[in-house]
């Protein structure tokens, strides 16, 4: 029935469920982007090299390496937001949350959050706050909806920029330094229930990060990238149980391989 | 505002002492408590004709607002155009609008049209520059973020572009006020039969300077309340451009 799938897509399911398809949710291949110049004649700046990645459904993969590496550059790739130089990326539709949470200033956080569902088609000012009301109390933002993002403290606007992210309905998150301007408490209580949330609802995740604790913490595989062109480096599978606390000595063992594996 | 007054009270007094200290002719500069004097004597005259500068004014502002806003939407838009029209609309406004004032009052007659034509005319352009700086400053991580959500170019720009537009062609009709008032008192010297301007017209030749001075003042209350009306449209169309802070720096 062509018709009622096509109806669900416009309801306001609050978190609608991932396409459920054959094969790994994301594939890269021989991936590889380069800026153009910027100055006549200067040479083009090269972020990604040759870098093969596949990633398994409802799979958290965490991507780190220095700053400037490239990262940002790669989920805008998988996100489709540029169109790579060399080699192939293919998958489900991948949504990006940036670093910033860039809320826009003009709507209060229920509008924020419900703004992917306002922006689908036949989507409408009023379901998208229904929808994204729906899962307000679940991310600690209830009495919070009519906030401007300015009222709002640095880990709220964080999460009301998640709940965006989700509610735009694609399967695979891209979530960029998603605790990146975050002080050093909120981060750790941040990570720990960004954990939580994804424990609860699965989903295929990359994760791009400088931080390798964060990584150890989240993922299920922490690959390690080189320095700017990015290039797969080190690939390291996590297979421990969740909730993970940072001090487990099996996570430490498997932090030092990645940051020997990042040359720190 | 205390202190508006009070300079206004002390610059008022200076008027004064000059222009009785028989410096100057009357009929050259009329000292304060003449032109207060007019302002009294004149009161139907003057109300009627402020009335009618006023809806020439105010229609011509609103016009600018929205004429300017337009056209930096769609300047912004289509950079090949704004690189085209840009210089141009630079050059238009060295124009002296009494030079196409007469022209203006030909094509168009001598009704509310041609003077809203020059009013919006000599305004729009500050609308325009400010609009055009307010869209310049939009984050490109935030267009990015709203294609990634998918975003049409039509929602691009109802739930980005306008609402960031907004503030900046707010901004842009408050400096436009003052040059709004000056473009209808030229707009009234070129063909009217009533306003402000007209009332300054006909006052000067008859030696009536007083009450071409009280028709000044009002032009200057004029361009005070509607520049305090854009800034009350301010705060209810774009409350999240201002930003209520108890700090002020020592």
Not at chain 1, 87 to 102: T, Y
Not at chain 1, 230 to 242: C, E, G, K, M, W
Request: aromatic content about 6%; some cysteine; hydrophobic content about 50%.
């Amino acid at each position: 029935m062509p018709a009622k799938g096509a109806m669900d897509r416009q309801q306001t399911a609050p978190l609608p469920a991932p396409d459920t398809q054959t094969g790994p949710a994301l594939s890269l291949e021989g991936v590889g982007f380069a800026y153009p110049p910027a100055r006549r004649g200067a040479a083009p700046v090269e972020a990604v090299a040759d870098v093969s990645l596949v990633v398994e459904r409802e799979q958290i993969v965490a991507l780190v390496g220095p700053s400037g590496c490239g990262k940002s550059t790669l989920l805008e790739l998988v996100c489709g937001l540029r169109a790579p130089s060399a080699g192939s990326v293919s998958g489900d539709p991948a949504v990006l949350m940036p670093q910033r949470d860039l809320l826009l200033p003009w709507f209060d956080a229920l509008d924020n959050a419900g703004l992917a569902l306002r922006l689908r088609p036949g989507g409408s000012r009023a379901a998208a706050r229904a929808g994204a009301q729906a899962t307000f109390a679940d991310f600690g933002l209830t009495g919070f909806e009519r906030s401007r993002p300015h009222e709002l403290s640095g880990g709220m606007r964080q999460r009301v920029a998640f709940l965006r992210t989700l509610l735009s309905g694609k399967p695979v998150l891209c979530l960029d330094e998603p605790f990146g301007a975050l002080d050093a408490l909120t981060r750790a209580e941040m990570r720990d229930w960004l954990g939580a949330a994804l424990l609860r609802d699965p989903r295929t995740t990359l994760l791009v990060t400088h931080d390798v604790e964060e990584a150890c913490v989240l993922a299920d595989r922490v690959v390690v990238l080189s320095p700017r062109p990015a290039r797969v480096l080190a690939s390291i599978d996590v297979p421990l149980p969740r909730p993970r606390r940072a001090t487990d000595p099996q996570l430490l063992a498997l932090r030092e391989r990645a940051l020997e594996a990042l040359g720190a | 505002m205390i202190w508006t007054l009070l300079i206004l009270a002390g610059l008022l007094g200076g008027w004064e002492l000059y222009a009785r200290a028989g410096n100057v002719d009357d009929f050259l500069l009329p000292a304060p408590t003449q032109v207060g004097q007019a302002l009294w004597d004149d009161r139907g005259l003057l109300a009627h004709n402020l009335r009618v500068t006023a809806l020439e004014v105010a229609p011509g502002i609103v016009c600018a607002l929205l004429v300017g806003l337009l056209l930096a939407l769609a300047l912004h838009r289509w950079p090949p155009v704004r690189r085209a029209v840009y210089p141009l609309l630079v050059g238009s406004q060295a124009v002296p609008i009494v030079i196409v004032a007469p022209l203006l009052i030909v094509w168009f007659g001598f009704g509310i049209g041609p003077k809203l034509a020059i009013i919006a005319l000599v305004s729009f352009f500050p609308v325009v520059v400010t609009t055009l700086d307010a869209l310049a400053r939009i984050d490109p991580d935030q267009h990015r973020l709203l294609a990634t959500l998918d975003a049409t170019s039509a929602q691009r720009l109802r739930h980005l572009e306008l609402p960031a537009a907004l503030p900046g062609a707010l901004s842009g009709a408050k400096i436009a006020v003052a040059v709004a008032v000056i473009g209808a008192v030229f707009a009234e010297y070129a063909g009217s039969s009533a306003g402000l301007g007209n009332v300054i017209l006909q006052a000067i030749p008859q030696l009536e300077t007083a009450r071409a001075y009280a028709a000044v003042t009002l032009l200057a209350a004029l361009a005070i309340a509607l520049f305090l009306l854009l800034t009350l449209a301010e705060r209810l169309l774009v409350p999240w451009a201002r930003r209520d802070t108890d700090w002020r720096p020592r």
